[in-house]
């Protein structure tokens, strides 16, 4: 087994595990809430998009989060789910996970994290592979962890390809697949995932999965080392010794 694969939530584990919480919702807020598209200055909002008047209060939200008032945070990410905005049901799902409201219900989790998800919440996609995987509502669920992470994976989430691609590799909630594990590494590693990226490298190295193909091995060793991964550099070095004592050998 590869050095960089352990489980499906090592490969993936972004949110339930401790996070950065004004550069994440940050991120999803710009790049995955429905408002994210650019519009014309005279274009009208669409019946999607939160009101103007709402992402004012998802600001204050973040603010209040930030500052510590969990209370605060609570009652407004809970205002912006009533008012249908995805981030809000994320937010206030994260919460509950994260036990920092006076009750945490990983049921209303699950359903606020449905409810996100439904609403084109990538992100959402993500958590809910992640919940059932973990088992944080009762028993883990591997099989309905894959179906969310497939989902995400397929919207464009890099960690949901890497969960995808591992589950196809240890055979955990699907079927040992290391053809389908290489796609899914190579579309991860495509998107910038380092750990994707020397997977995929050795993957080309020893033909699992895909044929062997020691160029391409090279290609991906060099840019995961490109991109800091500690192994690679060694595994680069050693590859280019044996293709200078046998060039036949690519």
Do not use: C
């Amino acid at each position: 087994m590869p050095r960089h694969i352990t489980s499906l939530s090592a490969a993936a584990a972004a949110l339930l595990l401790p996070w950065t919480v004004p550069a994440a919702w940050a991120q999803a807020a710009s790049a995955t809430s429905p408002d994210a598209a650019p519009k014309r200055a005279d274009a009208s909002i669409s019946a999607s998009a939160p009101a103007p008047a709402t992402r004012v209060t998802l600001a204050q939200a973040l603010a209040t989060y930030e500052r510590g008032d969990l209370p605060g945070a609570e009652r407004q990410f809970r205002q912006l789910s009533r008012q249908g905005v995805a981030l809000g049901d994320y937010n206030l799902a994260m919460m509950h996970l994260r036990s920092e409201v006076p009750k945490p219900d990983p049921r209303l989790a699950r359903e606020l994290l449905m409810r996100a998800a439904g609403r084109g919440l990538v992100r959402a996609e993500l958590a809910l592979g992640q919940f059932f995987e973990q088992g944080a509502g009762g028993t883990p669920d591997l099989v309905r962890a894959q179906s969310w992470y497939l989902k995400a994976a397929e919207h464009g989430s890099a960690d949901a390809q890497v969960a995808v691609a591992t589950a196809f590799y240890l055979g955990r909630g699907a079927p040992q697949d290391p053809a389908q594990a290489a796609a899914w590494y190579r579309e991860a590693a495509k998107a910038g995932d380092v750990g994707a990226q020397y997977l995929i490298a050795s993957m080309y190295e020893s033909g699992l999965g895909v044929d062997r193909d020691l160029r391409l091995a090279r290609y991906w060793y060099d840019i995961a080392a490109r991109n800091g991964d500690e192994a690679a550099p060694y595994k680069l070095k050693a590859l280019d010794a044996a293709l200078t004592a046998d060039p036949g050998s690519i």
